[in-house]
């Protein structure tokens, strides 16, 4: 079974819509690692694809919490907070994000969100005593460690090395053959309807001052 794997879609529609088409034709099966919700202006609609995706499983990231109360705004950056009251403003769909699971095995690998609440990057000093996938910090990598693979596919929404692309990862659960995936959509469009719905300055700047690899 080939299974798409993907989080951090960050309320961004147009992101979402190019992630779905460049996969519906060739996966079996798809994995959300979670923060579907926050930052972007889309986030009913974000969750309503998701949520229909074939054989879907999806989990609960820091910003579904964020969206349901149950982790506390006031310890995000300025930024963040400000990203989360316009995002949250118009967001309706509490019934998609109740109760969602933590964690789930594919094949050999714990996949979470990610590990303990930490921000993990290729680099973090971390031991692994199982293979994990996990999302949270944006960045796509795959690390070995003591004989266990740490793999991050990237972030659909929000990619933080380049704002204009969308990243995700293919698994072959049979083989665990791992496919890391990227593609291009257009962020202009998220940016205009940004500021069509009056988000500060700030959090334009946040988008615009990313760097693009189609630059």
């Known amino acids: 079974m080939r299974v798409a794997v993907f989080g951090d879609v960050h309320g961004n529609l147009i992101a ?3 992630f779905v088409a460049e996969t519906r034709a060739t996966v079996d099966a798809y994995l959300c690692l979670g923060d579907v919700v926050d930052y972007g202006p889309w986030n009913d609609e974000c969750l309503e ?3 229909q995706l074939p054989g879907i499983v999806f989990l609960e990231g820091n910003h579904e919490r964020l969206f349901l109360g149950t982790e506390d705004l006031k310890h995000e950056l300025p930024l963040v907070q400000a990203f989360f009251k316009h995002s949250h403003a118009s967001f309706s769909r509490y019934d998609l994000i109740q109760k969602l699971p933590r964690r789930i095995k594919l094949g050999s690998f714990e996949c979470t969100h990610t590990i303990g609440g930490q921000s993990l990057y290729v680099d973090t000093p971390i031991d692994l005593v199982s293979n994990h996938i996990i ?4 960045h796509q990598f795959r690390v070995e460690r003591a004989g266990f ?5 990237g972030s659909v929404g929000q990619n933080r090395k380049w704002i204009d692309m969308v990243d995700f990862a293919i698994v072959e659960t ?4 791992i496919s890391m995936r990227s593609v291009r959509y257009d962020v202009d469009m998220f940016v205009s309807e940004l500021r069509r719905r009056h988000y500060p300055a700030d959090c334009l700047s946040y988008y615009n001052r990313k760097p693009r690899k189609g630059a």
Do not use: A, F, K, Q
């Not at 049979?174 to 053959?177: D, Q």
């Open 135 to 138: 999302g949270h910090t944006h």
């Open 174 to 177: 049979e083989s665990e053959e």
């Open 49 to 51: 694809i998701v949520c």
């Open 149 to 153: 693979t740490l793999l991050n596919p």
């Open 16 to 18: 979402l819509e190019r």
